[in-house]
């Protein structure tokens, strides 16, 4: 496999992205398989990696981070992604989903409370926007949160919440006046054992089987008003400003996917013989290879670019939508498309439980669906490009 060098990497990103590699390769590779098939938790993998600085890179140091930039995130979670997309999505919903809306948006005691035991790895922090109901359309929640003195009490189901089981801290968003429709949605900060947040039920899933995924139900859960985050009625805003980072980190998981099976189809292809040759050197197979490969050099190119785009927005309200939508929808799309002839490329073999390429082909969908399907990366790009948002 060529290592095409596209951008000039400092030596903190190489020596990051190596450590990364080295863990991913030793630590998470043995139990993979395992944790997939029974839905287990990787409770000791992702303790580690928060002790190795992976769950903060970005965040500043004051705060428990590694206070390295947003390629640097990129690379990290690159790696640990190319082994198993399931860790990569817990790192992911860590980094960008919980704690870039807590950085960019909370006071400095929210900063201190709520980002650092999940920067450390001593906790986990999830992201709760969607309700049975309200997924695409995010606007149109029903959830309530309603002031009381010093306190709002939250009532609502929230779903598909990544780490929902298991995680200490919740960021969640709900209507705090309904009549103002977006512009009545507020966001706070949810301690997970509080009582009146009671854990759903676990969702099956085809892909990512070891991340935990549930519904939330609050009844009466009474919060501390300090929790809000930011102002009543900045909610949506602030999740949509989130989410532009969440995707970032949804499209460098869908890189890492379609990367593992590039190398393995690559591989193979040059191994397995049919007809006395290598398959490989059929044009059939190498023309496959030769689509799989550019694909995921361009999807690279544009989460790099949309990083970058995302590291100068930093300390200010400039915002990174078009680049970090357009990465996303390519290189989630890029998944599929590589899983799927990695699999054809393996015959029979993609198609067993015996090798890891049916699990890439079961792991690269949801990169399509969560933090906003193709269709919604489709909207924001086009509207934006049409100047109608
Ligand atoms: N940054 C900052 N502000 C933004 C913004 C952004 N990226 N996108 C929109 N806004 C602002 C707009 O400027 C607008 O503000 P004004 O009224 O002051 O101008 C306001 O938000 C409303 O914007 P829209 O009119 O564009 O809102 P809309 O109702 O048309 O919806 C949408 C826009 C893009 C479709 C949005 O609803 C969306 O992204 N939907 C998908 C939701 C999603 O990704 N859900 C995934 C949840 S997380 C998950 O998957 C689970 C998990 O745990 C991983």
């Given at each position: 496999m060529t290592d095409l060098p596209i951008y000039p990497l400092t030596n903190e990103h190489k020596m990051l992205r190596d450590a990364a590699r080295d863990f991913a390769e030793k630590k998470i590779t043995p139990i993979t398989t395992e944790f997939d098939e029974n839905e287990k938790f990787p409770h000791a993998t992702i303790k580690k990696m928060g002790e190795l600085g992976f769950?903060?890179?970005?965040?500043?140091e004051e705060y428990?981070?590694?206070?390295?930039d947003a390629l640097a995130y990129v690379l990290a979670l690159e790696e640990i992604c190319k082994v198993d997309a399931a860790h990569g999505v817990i790192m992911s919903v860590n980094n960008s989903l919980y704690c870039h809306g807590i950085l960019k948006f909370g006071t400095e005691e929210q900063k201190k409370k709520f980002i650092a035991p999940i920067a450390s790895g001593k906790a986990i922090g999830a992201y709760s926007l969607t309700e049975p109901q309200s997924g695409s359309d995010?606007?149109?929640?029903r959830s309530r949160a309603t002031r009381d003195g010093d306190f709002y009490i939250l009532n609502g189901r929230k779903s598909w919440v990544t780490s929902g089981p298991v995680a200490d801290y919740f960021v969640v968003f709900m209507m705090t006046?309904?009549?103002?429709?977006?512009?009545g949605v507020s966001a706070f900060l949810v301690d997970g054992k509080t009582p009146g947040l009671v854990r759903g039920k676990k969702e099956p899933k085809?892909?990512?089987?070891a991340s935990a995924t549930s519904e939330l139900i609050f009844e009466n859960c009474r919060i501390p008003?300090?929790?809000?985050?930011?102002?009543?009625?900045?909610g949506f805003k602030i999740a949509m400003t989130v989410l532009d980072a969440g995707r970032i980190g949804i499209a460098t998981q869908a890189l890492g996917i379609a990367e593992a099976a590039y190398e393995a189809a690559r591989q193979y292809a040059g191994q397995r013989e049919a007809f006395g040759q290598p398959i490989g050197s059929f044009q059939g197979t190498g023309f496959k290879l030769a689509d799989m490969k550019t694909r995921i050099e361009a999807s690279r190119l544009l989460i790099y670019n949309a990083a970058i785009a995302k590291e100068n927005a930093k300390g200010s309200n400039g915002r990174y939508s078009l680049e970090a939508s357009m990465a996303k929808l390519f290189a989630s799309e890029t998944a599929m498309f590589v899983t799927h002839q990695a699999v054809q490329i393996h015959g029979g073999m993609g198609y067993s439980k015996e090798l890891p390429v049916e699990r890439y082909f079961r792991d690269a969908k949801i990169t399509e669906i969560y933090e906003g399907t193709s269709e919604i990366q489709r909207l924001v790009i086009s509207r934006i490009e049409l100047g109608s948002k």
């Open positions: 769950m903060g890179i970005e965040l500043p428990g981070g590694a206070g390295m995010a606007g149109t929640m006046d309904p009549e103002k429709k977006q512009k085809l892909g990512i089987r008003a300090e929790n809000l985050l930011g102002v009543e009625g900045e």
